[in-house]
């Protein structure tokens, strides 16, 4: 029996092929990276904390408007907004000009909410030009760094139109909460 055992060890490790590379007409998968559209997505520049190419939309911005409470997949700062009162709306936006035709897009970004009760944080992309159009907006009130997506189909852009990405803390008559926001990308989808 050990004799048989061990004449099978034998046959099967000679009968082994080495492998020749005969498998190399499988040409590899190309990877196609999409470039972001949304410069400073992570608002920070070179390790500072930094608003660069957003818009606060109402109030001013303090030293407050940034956090060190980052996701595992960011950098040092995280952008920090809270409410305003109503009739304002703690938001930033940032812009991109120069698109043309009908195209989807897909925005990504993380966020965390701390103390929100009962509300939601949102955020928006859509088209602005002679008049709003083609708004996409996502709800979320997650304490814990959550990841997020909004896709949507522009139609017709022109050089002339503006996309706009807005991220809102929301408005509040009572209550006080914050709303992180890190990693916003904007995607041309092909």
């Known amino acids: 029996m050990k004799n048989l055992l061990a004449a099978i060890i034998i046959f099967s490790f000679f009968s082994c092929e080495k492998d020749n590379g005969s498998n190399n007409d499988i040409p590899e998968p190309t990877v196609v990276t999409l470039p972001n559209l949304i410069n400073n997505s992570g608002f920070e520049i070179n390790g500072i904390a930094s608003f660069s190419n957003w818009n606060y939309t109402s109030g001013p911005i303090g030293i407050d408007t940034f956090s060190t409470d980052v996701p ?29 035709g009908s195209h989807q897009y897909q925005l990504n970004f993380k966020s965390k909410c701390i103390n929100i009760i009962n509300q939601q944080a949102t955020a928006s992309v859509y088209i602005k030009a002679n008049f709003v159009a083609g708004i996409q907006s996502l709800g979320f009130g997650n304490a814990q760094w959550s990841s997020y997506t909004i896709t949507t189909s522009l139609l017709s852009l022109t050089p002339t139109d503006t996309l706009v990405v ?25």
Do not use: C, H
Request: aromatic content about 12%; hydrophobic content about 40%.
């Open 72 to 100: 595992a997949t960011g950098g040092m700062y995280s952008l920090r907004l809270e409410p305003l009162w109503l009739p304002g709306e703690g938001a930033v936006e940032t812009y991109i000009t120069g698109l043309t």
């Open 166 to 190: 807005k991220l809102s803390a929301g408005s509040t008559e009572v209550a006080n909460w914050q709303v992180l926001f890190d990693n916003v990308e904007l995607y041309q989808l092909p």
